[in-house]
């Protein structure tokens, strides 16, 4: 029980933690039946799914499909089971990233709301904008707050170029 407890407020470390995690999802994953590239980029998308929804708070990004891809051809390319896990495990070693916030989204969502109050107060004085006063406030500033998110974030994965294909 005492070693139960001490999980609790600390959990596992990292490292033992990803190796109990990675040897289970291999399991599941040597499971199913696996021809190509499709099913393969699947099932890692399956065990991603598995392992955010699992451990609560922490969220780890999933691969792009470049490297399930590359991950796939050595995969394939090998028919021995025992080096099918090994590539499998570093895989998952090497890709599994814990999703971090960045600043442009924490700024977005601290500077928003004092924002979002401002300008309604400022629409609430204009009567061709007058129907503003009518929003509540607690639906008004979350609902400003989640639109400004998405807008920086989107709008820095097209400058960027990052957008997911």
Known sequence: MGMFMSFMGKGLPTGQMLSLVIGTLHRQFVEKDIRNLEEFHVAILDIFSTVN????????????VKEVQE?????????NDSQKKEIF?????????????????????????????????ACEKLPQLRPVKLIPDVVFVPSAT??????????????LGNVAS
């Open 89 to 121: 495990m570093e895989f998952m070693k090497k890709k599994v990233n814990l999703s971090k916030l960045d600043d442009y989204t924490l700024i977005t969502g601290m500077i928003t709301p004092p924002a979002a109050m401002v300008a309604k107060k």
């Open 53 to 64: 929804a699992a451990l609560p708070g922490k969220h780890y990004d999933v691969p792009s």
């Open 146 to 159: 989640v639109a400004a998110i998405l807008t920086a974030n989107l709008s820095r994965k097209i400058f």
């Open 71 to 79: 991950c796939f051809e050595g995969w394939k390319a090998t028919s």
